[in-house]
């Protein structure tokens, strides 16, 4: 299965997006209160209509090839409360309420587990 070639989203909102090779933008999770980031999954127009119209975020997975909503087999849900689209219209970000963890291995979000080290200035 292929991200689908059409879908129910706003024209208006699928003219601005530029899209990967895939046909996928992607999209930045972020805790609404807290600012806290998540993790980062991949939207085509279809996903972004589900999420919009749903209010439960809503990815395509690259691995899967298939549509999934977070949480429906985990219960860890995120309940979408904003979505924007970056300035040049290749990235989105999603404002959720996270019940339980984020990543995939358990852990609240994908960006605690391996910081990196760096210089600063």
Same mark, same amino acid.
């Given at each position: 299965?292929?991200?689908?070639?059409?879908? !129910?989203?706003?024209?208006? %909102?699928?003219?601005?997006?530029?899209?990967?090779?895939? &046909?996928?933008?992607?999209?930045?999770?972020?805790? #609404? /209160?807290? &600012?806290? %980031?998540?993790?980062?999954?991949?939207?085509?127009?279809?996903?972004?209509?589900?999420?919009?119209?749903?209010?439960?975020?809503? #990815? $395509?997975?690259?691995? +899967? +090839?298939? #549509? $999934?909503?977070? &949480?429906?087999?985990?219960?860890?849900?995120?309940?979408?409360?904003?979505?924007?689209? !970056?300035? /040049? &219209? /290749?990235?989105?970000?999603?404002?959720?309420?996270?019940?339980?963890?984020?990543?995939?291995?358990?852990?609240?979000?994908?960006?605690?587990?391996?910081?990196?080290? %760096?210089?600063?200035?």
């Amino acid at each position: 299965m292929a991200p689908r070639d059409s879908s !129910d989203l706003d024209p208006a %909102v699928a003219t601005r997006l530029k899209r990967d090779a895939a &046909g996928l933008v992607a999209a930045v999770v972020q805790q #609404y /209160d807290s &600012g806290e %980031v998540l993790m980062v999954g991949w939207m085509d127009d279809e996903a972004l209509h589900r999420t919009l119209t749903t209010g439960r975020a809503t #990815y $395509w997975s690259r691995s +899967r +090839r298939e #549509y $999934w909503v977070k &949480g429906a087999t985990s219960g860890h849900a995120q309940f979408v409360k904003s979505v924007a689209l !970056d300035c /040049d &219209g /290749d990235a989105l970000l999603v404002k959720v309420d996270q019940v339980g963890a984020a990543c995939h291995t358990g852990d609240r979000t994908c960006f605690d587990a391996d910081e990196l080290n %760096v210089v600063t200035a």
